[in-house]
């Protein structure tokens, strides 16, 4: 598998679409900094900006662009034959799917520390090296870093299964599309669920359990809620990552050892 990895590392480096990624992901920090800043500098009485929040706004960054990247990456592998010349040259296609998978997890992992690497050589002399809650600031980054592994693998297993790059990448962005909006109603679901029950309202119990393990189980839920800096149950969301990243990838594999290759 190392050989593999090499190989989509030399791909990577080459890659024009993870470049503009970096690059847009870039701009989107400095940009978040700059107007934060200007905000903060406009008034005597704003306070200093938490650098929390610039962090989990580059991990969700890095999220949304795994849809794109993997339809792409894995597309292009299968219109060019690689894929098939991989398996001619005997790797096994566990070794060709993991390692595609460990690439798509890089792309992602390298925009957020272009993001961090900004955040830190210009967002610590504008605002200081003011980190609010440091140890949940620590959990929730690692709560983001698991959460772009269960992004990778979800997208990996799709792109893996379709072999034409078009619908590959129109396949990712549309489930993307789809995960997204169902997570915007149960953000709404959620929380209009404690205000009704503050307010005097009638409690679901079974309702709201169901709506809480949705909105903390699907990825785009847990990205919702990075960005937020407010995760409702972070332990759980830890195990529902490693959940998501084991089902994907056990799944993904299966239907990608019995696919015919042409």
């Known amino acids: 598998m190392r050989n593999l990895i090499f190989a989509n590392i030399t791909r990577l480096k080459k890659s024009r679409l993870l470049l503009t990624g970096i690059i847009v992901s870039a701009l989107y920090t400095a940009f978040l900094l700059i107007m934060n800043y200007l905000e903060m500098t406009a008034s005597a009485e704003n306070t200093a900006v938490s650098l929390n929040w610039f962090f989990f706004s580059a991990i969700s960054v890095a999220a949304i662009f795994c849809p794109i990247y993997s339809g792409f990456f894995v597309g292009t592998e299968y219109n060019d034959g690689t894929i098939r010349n991989k398996l001619i040259t005997g790797h096994k296609r566990c070794n060709i799917y993991l390692a595609n998978g460990f690439t798509i997890f890089g792309a992602e992992g390298l925009l957020f520390l272009v993001s961090a690497v ?8 504008m605002f200081g090296l003011n980190i609010e809650y440091p140890l949940h600031f620590i959990l929730y980054l690692f709560a983001g870093i698991l959460m ?25 962005l549309i489930i993307y599309a789809i995960l997204f909006i169902l997570t915007n109603y149960l953000r709404i679901a959620v929380f209009s669920y404690y205000g009704e029950v503050a307010l005097g309202g009638t409690s679901n119990e079974a309702a709201r359990i169901i709506l809480e393990f949705l909105y903390d189980f699907l990825p785009t839920g ?4 990075i960005s937020s800096g407010v995760i409702l149950h972070p332990y759980s969301f830890f195990l529902y990552s490693l959940i998501n990243i084991t089902l994907t990838t056990v799944l993904g594999l299966i239907v990608f050892k019995r696919k015919d290759i042409k």
């Not at 900004?118 to 002399?125: K, Q, R, T």
């Not at 990996?156 to 072999?163: A, C, R, W």
């Not at 847990?222 to 809620?225: G, R, T, V, Y």
Request: proline residues 3%.
């Open 222 to 225: 847990q990205s919702l809620q």
């Open 118 to 125: 900004i955040i830190i050589v210009f967002g610590i002399p």
């Open 148 to 172: 772009l592994v269960a992004f990778a693998s979800l997208f990996t297993m799709v792109s893996m299964l379709i072999s034409n790059k078009t619908s590959s990448v129109a396949a990712c």
